[in-house]
């Protein structure tokens, strides 16, 4: 079965700094990984979705990358905001069972002013 | 405006007392899904449907019952609610060639 980590489970950083969240799968069989920001008190909101057969994606100053071998992926955020406090996480889709997804733990992000 | 809505948001309850929680998506998705989310466990599939009338068991299906009559909806059934079972639902759709989930905005249930 597939197990999905978020390291680290919160993260403060000041405002401006470059930040990296980083998500490992166990089974590097999947499908695609997307990553998702949940606010307090609401729903999941996509970021990217990046296919397996994909290195990267990029959104403005989001950029996910995918190394499926090492089963590790990275969401990159350039130039925080304090906007970006949230909690990411991330999902993985696996090739057997495309219907199932798996999702992390989640890192708890916050940007101080 | 494309969504994914749950009725009620939150839910407080007594432990045997049969519930409905409502997932309704305007996006003529075909697959639909149910989630749970405890702290520290993160989410975890509790059912999925690919298609009407066509249901499956995720990861955590035990205590819970789902229907897929119409496409639009997918309630989520607790026939006989128990405290293990508070948590916060989500509710998610997906186009057949689309490969990003939409999620609801939540529901959170207390069993007492």
């Known amino acids: 079965k597939q197990e999905v980590t978020q390291i680290p489970a919160a993260l403060s950083v000041p405002e401006g700094e470059n930040l990296v969240l980083n998500c490992s799968f166990t089974?590097?069989?999947?499908?695609?990984l997307q990553w998702f920001r949940q606010d307090p008190g609401k729903g999941l909101t996509s970021l990217l979705l990046?296919?397996?057969?994909?290195r990267e994606q990029t959104s403005g100053r989001l950029n996910a990358s995918l190394d499926k071998s090492s089963g590790r992926s990275t969401l990159y955020i350039a130039a925080s905001q304090p906007g970006d406090s949230a909690t990411y996480l991330c999902a993985v889709r696996p090739e057997v069972s495309g219907n199932q997804f798996y999702f992390g733990t989640g890192t708890s992000l916050t940007v101080i002013p | 405006e494309a969504q994914v809505t749950q009725n009620p948001r939150y839910l407080i309850t007594v432990t045997g007392k049969k519930l409905t929680v409502t997932c309704s998506q305007n996006m003529n998705h075909e697959y639909m899904s149910w989630y749970r989310q405890d702290p520290g466990l993160g989410l975890r599939q509790i059912y999925y449907?690919?298609?009407?009338?066509?249901?499956d068991k995720g990861d955590v299906p035990e205590g819970y019952k789902v229907s897929r009559k119409e496409k639009r909806n997918f309630p989520l059934i607790l026939e006989s609610p128990s405290p293990n079972q508070t948590s916060l639902y989500f509710c998610a759709s997906r186009g057949y060639r689309s490969h990003e989930q939409y999620f609801g905005p939540g529901t959170r249930l207390t069993v007492t």
């Open positions: 449907s690919m298609n009407v009338e066509v249901t």
């Open positions: 089974d590097s069989a999947i499908y695609n």
């Open positions: 990046i296919q397996s057969s994909q």
